[in-house]
Nanobody, 129 residues
Framework: QLQLVETGGDLVQPGGSLRLSCAAAGFASGGYDIGWFQQAPGKDRGAKIRGISCISPTGNTDYADSVKGRFTMSKDNATNTVYLTMNSLKPEDTGVYVC???????????????????WGRGTQVTVSS
C-alpha cells in the first residue's frame, strides 16, 4: 500500500525557514514524480489546492513562480524521503502542505494535481508574526 507522510510544518515568522519531509512507504519514491501542493487555509483539498513544486526520478525539478528562488526540493532515495526547503517565508505561504506521488511520464515533472495518484495528509505551515 502506497503511503506518504509529511512532517516539518510549524509556526514561523515572515522571513524564516522550514524544511518539510515527505516519507514514502510501500513503494520506491525515487521512481515516481513527487509533488508538493499547498492547500489554502480553511479550504478542503477539492476546493483550493495549488501546485508548489515537483521532482522527477531523474532529479529535474519545477517550481511555481511564487516560490522560485525561495523553495528547493531534494530527495534521498536511500531513505525514501523527499524534502522541501522553504526560505524567506511569506504570510501567503501559509497552508497545509501535501506531498503526492504519480507515475513519471518523462524526465520532467508537472505540478498539476491530476498527474498524481497517491496523497499524504499534509503538514501545517503558518507564517505569521
Amino acid at each position: 500500500q502506497l503511503q506518504l507522510v509529511e512532517t516539518g510544518g510549524d509556526l514561523v515568522q515572515p522571513g524564516g525557514s522550514l524544511r518539510l519531509s515527505c516519507a514514502a512507504a510501500g513503494f520506491a519514491s525515487g521512481g515516481y514524480d513527487i509533488g508538493w501542493f499547498q492547500q489554502a487555509p480553511g479550504k478542503d483539498r477539492g476546493a483550493k489546492i495549488r501546485g508548489i513544486s515537483c521532482i522527477s526520478p531523474t532529479g529535474n525539478t519545477d517550481y511555481a513562480d511564487s516560490v522560485k528562488g525561495r523553495f528547493t526540493m531534494s530527495k534521498d532515495n536511500a531513505t525514501n524521503t523527499v524534502y522541501l526547503t522553504m526560505n524567506s517565508l511569506k504570510p501567503e505561504d501559509t497552508g497545509v502542505y501535501v506531498c503526492a506521488a504519480g507515475p513519471s511520464r518523462s524526465s520532467f515533472c508537472l505540478t498539476i494535481e491530476g498527474s498524481y495518484a497517491a496523497w499524504g495528509r499534509g503538514t501545517q505551515v503558518t507564517v505569521s508574526s
